[in-house]
C-alpha cells in the first residue's frame, strides 16, 4: 500500500506565505514525478506544480515567480513554498506521485487534499 499525506494547508492572508508539505510513505520502490494540482470550487483541476526525480520543475503560468516546489528525495517528500499568494489561490491542493511498488510499473497515486484559503 501507497499512502501520500499532505499537511501545511490553512487560511494565509494575501501577500503572505504557506508551505506545504506531502509525504509518501509504503511499499516505494521508486518515486519519478511528483506534483502539487488544485481544484477551486467549480473548476477543474489543475497543474500548479511539478518535479522530477532529476529536480527539473515545471511551473503554472499563474504561479511561476510565486510559488516553489521543492523534494526531498531521501524523506520521499515534496514541498510547495507559496509566496504572495493571492485570492485566486484559494483551492483544495493535491499532492500526486508517480510510485513504482516492488519495481513494478509506476502509478499515480493522491493524496487526500488540504484546503488553502486566501483572505484578509
Known amino acids: 500500500q501507497v499512502q501520500l499525506v499532505e499537511s501545511g494547508g490553512g487560511l494565509v492572508q494575501p501577500g503572505g506565505s504557506l508551505r506545504l508539505s506531502c509525504a509518501a510513505s509504503g511499499s516505494l520502490f521508486s518515486i519519478y514525478f511528483m506534483g502539487w494540482y488544485r481544484q477551486a470550487p467549480g473548476k477543474e483541476r489543475e497543474l500548479v506544480a511539478g518535479?522530477?526525480?532529476?529536480?527539473?520543475?515545471n511551473y503554472a503560468d499563474s504561479v511561476k515567480g510565486r510559488f516553489t516546489i521543492s523534494r526531498d528525495n531521501a524523506k520521499n517528500t515534496v514541498y510547495l513554498q507559496m509566496k504572495n499568494p493571492n485570492s485566486e489561490d484559494t483551492a483544495v491542493y493535491y499532492c500526486k506521485a508517480e510510485i513504482s511498488v516492488n519495481g513494478f510499473v509506476p502509478n499515480d497515486y493522491w493524496g487526500q487534499g488540504t484546503q488553502v484559503t486566501v483572505s484578509s
Open positions: 518535479i522530477g526525480r532529476d529536480g527539473r520543475t
